[in-house]
């Protein structure tokens, strides 16, 4: 009580004796296990409960001790938000950089036994088979090893993926000039005209689009095939009259087939971290995407994404860090090592910043 009642942070080993302190504290006395959390752990805890102001379930506390108290102080987001949900919620989380706050949403259900698997891994990735609980909080705390221990550096190398963030999708299509370009070379062949179009001009339709009609496939066709109606030597039936009825006469005909189409269609999805697949399509050998959130379209090496060890790790730079954290220092030793197998060299980063909890296994 004496510690609790000082102002400021305890060190590392006087947070060890509280957390001792906080296993006698009975399960029924919510308000002093929270405040031992928040000081052992030098943290901020905000709570509810199906969006109302309620303690944390007692057993949710203590399976966060129980990982929490695992890793580093010098890890740990400065603030928590822990919000639980009833019935079949599957526990979530997410990242504020600004305020350093890690957002855990768990369901509250999943608390008798923790034993909800994490679905964000798919067969044969490294994560598939861990528990959704024990995964998640280690990966918030990831973010923030992430954004204060440099992990840029990893995520930026060869050894993380080389991430690239380009912000607005305009950014992309300049990066896609060749590709741009070697579309409409191909609308030239396929609509038979006497000169190849302005790909400047179709860049520009396709960048004023608006992100949510790139994730509509017959919003792209149309903003594909406005450009073209007023070409010289374009074809069109007697039945296609009005600007309209030639913009769907064109749409119609689009080669969808070309990589420029499938590039965007890939990356702008709602949530296209999920559906790139095995063999994700390549521009020069990078993936784009968006990545939803104040990065905007990212790109990473496709040679690396073989490796993946779950189907969320390449949202973005941020989330590989946090889903290779959770990984590499997961509770499990057989898990650990499968994604260390998986990304050697990143392995070996992480050791040589000290990021490791087992640093020589």
Same mark, same amino acid.
């Given at each position: ?70 890793? %580093? ?36 259900? /999943? ?13 044969? /990735? ?51 000039? /060749? ?19 302005? %790909?400047? &001009?179709?860049?520009? @339709? ?118 290779? @954290?959770?990984? &590499? ?29 087992? %640093?020589?296994?």
């Amino acid at each position: 009580m004496d510690f609790l009642d000082k102002p400021g942070d305890v060190d590392e080993a006087v947070g060890k004796k509280l957390l001792a302190g906080f296993r006698l504290v009975p399960e029924s006395d919510s308000e002093l296990r929270e405040k031992i959390f928040k000081k052992a752990f030098a943290c901020k805890v905000s709570s509810t409960l199906n969006g109302k102001r309620a303690a944390v379930p007692p057993k949710v506390l203590t399976k966060m001790v129980d990982i929490l108290e695992t890793l %580093p102080r010098d890890h740990l987001p400065a603030n928590w938000d822990l919000a639980g949900a009833t019935g079949t919620s599957k526990t979530s989380g997410s990242w504020d950089p600004d305020n350093k706050k890690a957002t855990f949403e768990y369901g509250a259900d /999943d608390a008798p036994a923790f034993n909800q698997s994490y679905d964000n891994a798919r067969s044969g /990735d490294a994560l598939e088979g861990t528990k959704c609980f024990d995964v998640m909080v280690r990966h918030e705390v990831g973010h923030a090893v992430h954004s204060d221990k440099g992990g840029e550096e990893l995520t930026d190398g060869a050894n993380g993926g080389t991430w690239k963030k380009h912000g607005a999708f305009i950014n992309v299509l300049t990066e896609w000039a /060749d590709l741009v370009s070697d579309f409409a070379s191909r609308l030239q062949t396929v609509f038979t005209l006497p000169a190849k179009p302005e %790909p400047t &001009v179709i860049k520009g @339709y396709i960048g004023g689009a608006g992100e949510s009609n790139l994730k509509d496939v017959d919003k792209l066709k149309k903003a594909l095939a406005l450009p073209l109606v007023s070409l010289q030597g374009m074809p069109f039936p007697p039945t296609a009259v009005t600007t309209l009825q030639k913009q769907e006469h064109i749409a119609a005909r689009l080669p969808m087939d070309h990589d420029l189409i499938k590039v965007i269609i890939q990356g702008a999805r709602t949530t296209p971290y999920f559906e790139l697949g095995d063999s994700p399509t390549a521009v020069v050998g990078r993936v784009y995407l968006n990545a939803e959130n104040a990065d905007g379209w990212v790109s990473f090496d496709a040679a690396s994404y073989a490796n993946k060890i779950s189907i969320y790790q390449y949202r973005s730079p941020s989330e590989w860090f946090a889903e290779f @954290y959770a990984g &590499v220092n997961n509770g499990v030793q057989s898990v650990r090592k499968k994604v260390a197998g998986k990304y050697p060299s990143a392995h070996g980063w992480m050791k040589s910043k000290h990021l490791l909890l087992y %640093p020589d296994e």
